[in-house]
């Protein structure tokens, strides 16, 4: 007898959950027949009404297996559900995380749900417990523990109908584990080189891959039936594209890569001889399909080169084709000879179509499910343009990327690569929950020029080139398209930017004479100043210094750099290195600027206090006169050789710190902290002298370092770092009001405890 699926239409009720209750029986209930399925027409006569609507399988869902009472699928959210085809409810399969769900092969009405265990440092991943629903029954679930006995320990890799499908790493073994009795019944296939059960069957058959050969398996007996050599995989440079094997009850196929093209190989069952036939140009483009008897149905999963990635059914006796879908995106085997396919046609749209061959012996599609989404026809969707070619990030929270395809009604994946790090940033962009689509046509997102870091956790974009992957998947089920580009994401340097990636670093020595750069991140969730990573300098020694002071891009490389001074009173110059440089922290070799600088009892640059773009560096002598030591742009000479005098009394102050324009105004400001702990702002005004002092408050004699870090909250305000003696450390928010400067502090843990030396920090800038 020939069911069809396509008779009945689907009336969908999403949201009723599958919970998991075990059951001390390892009994698993049989399945029940059928409900009222009707004997096979062909597909062109169930066409008469508007089917019912799967919306959770529009953009990117695929379908997991289909028994005789209905069909298990997985939206591109990873839920799965199964769909009765007789009055079209929908239960989602409840799964915890680590847990996956698998259909039991084709008419078979059984879902497992399967707890996956990656033992930390093993090499080999197994499965625990596994449940059984019986889907046709609605049954409590029956409960399995295969990590219980070496007799049943492996990976689930698939199941038919009661026989689970394990393959043993640790032992090289395939296993069948049938659980209809009261205990589980293990047979063991053999020993092989890298086993595992491959996705089609059939009810009494399976195929296991063992590395390059395939080997038919009767499930009955548990003994090869078939084995089949393949040809080798194309090794580097070669893209990986996983290869497929197949099942009927006459022919075993398998997908092979030659000469730049994609190849299947079929045999007869039973017969040794394999013929080898060409399906295309493309040897990376993966495909999905099946075998229906002697027809092999099979279409490319992207592309929009028809008829090439059409879904489409070839005869493997004469060799005619029959076009089934205009594009298809997952197939899997139905009950009692059909294939359900999740694809689109022009005449019925996006949807489960089910294919079985008909009175005429040949395959035919019939659109049981719909997605739901209006019908777009099959109209391949287009790259137009519109991509970013730079992108600046000075003084915004987020920036737009976006880019333009013949239609808004698509999802985006968006992958960018720094070239010089190889940091990533990779989202997915679905206009249909609301955002990604922009008035002018375009789809994209407001990026917040973050990456992930190489402890997995968000990090600041380093300025530079990136490579772009944009995938759009349109609405229509059409296939994807995906194209690629290259951006800068560029930034004006900034006086405690070493990394460029736009968040203040800091450098920390410690006592062991190490010098550290200490990364920091804004995190939005707890609204606090967070550290990513420390990287070494690349040198060492640094305790020969007296002090060592950031004091932005001096020498004209669009780097932050750093002057130091050492005990004889001479003042060095470390450059950083550019946004290009292959290293992603320290220091170029040290030049000399000078000696005579012990004058100077504080030292502070970064802030830009002659209106000429080039942060300054000032000086406080012990005679309490303060010097405006002005950048000249030259590595060679960083500063005029003339000092100017721009302030006296200053001696009153035990600490000076540049913040840049802290004030609003139209130039770098200073902040100085008297004897008593009060804290003043100097407001520049632009020809290296300032206002009159205004009382920022007391109590900051706490500190024993107050750095000007920059923009620490992306508020597009200079804040300000400050540190106890004891290492605790907090973030002064700039508020860009210059009669109140700073708002509440807020704590945070960069600069605190010790370095990786196990060193405490003596000094942070």
Known sequence: MRF????????ISVGVVLTAVTAASLTVPAASAASALTPAVPASASLTAASAQVPFLASGGKLLGAGTTGFLSQDHEGTARWTRYADGVSKVVAKSEGEYVVGSGAGSDLVLVASEVAPAGGEEIYTSTVKVYDMATGAAPVTLDLSASPETHGFLDGAVGSTLLVSDGGL????????????????????YYEPRWMSDTLPDTAVARNYDEDLVVDLKTGQQVGRYQLAPEPGWPKPYVARSSFLSATRVAWTERTDDKLVLATAVRGQSEVVRTPLGPDDSTEITGGLLGDWFLWGAVSGNDAPWHAFSARSLTDGSTVKLLDHATHATKGPDGTLLVLGVTAAHGAGVYRVSVGADGRPAADLIASTGEPNDGATPLTYVGGAPVAVNLDGVAKARLSWKFSTTRADLTVELESKVTGEKFRTVVR?????GAYP?????????????????????????AYEWTVTARPWNGMPSVTTTGTLTVVRAPKAHDYDHNGAPDLIARDKGGYLHQLGTRWDDATGRLVGTWNGFSGMRGWNIYDRIESVGDVAGANSADLVARDRTGVLWLHRGRPADSPYSSGFESRLRIGGGWNTYTQLT?????TGDGRADLVGLDKAGDLYLHTATGSPDAPYAAARKKIGYGWGIYNQITA??????????????????GVLWTYLGKGDGTFAARTRIGGGWNAYADIVGIGDGNKDGRPDVYARTPAGTAFLHPGTGDYKVPFAPRASTQVGTGQSEMGQPYDQVS
């Open 431 to 435: 206009p249909a929950s609301g955002t």
């Open 605 to 609: 640059g970064g802030s830009d206090l």
């Open 440 to 464: 002018d046509g375009s789809l994209g997102l407001a990026w917040a020029g973050e990456v992930t870091g190489s402890d997995m956790e968000p990090e600041p974009a380093p300025n530079g």
């Open 659 to 676: 913040t840049g324009n802290i004030g609003g105004a139209a130039a770098g400001d200073l902040v100085a902290r008297d004897k008593d």
């Open 4 to 11: 069809t699926l396509g008779r009945r239409r689907l009336a």
């Open 172 to 191: 090289k073994t395939l296993k069948l584990i049938d659980i209809s009795g009261g205990k589980p019944t293990v047979r063991t296939v053999g020993t």
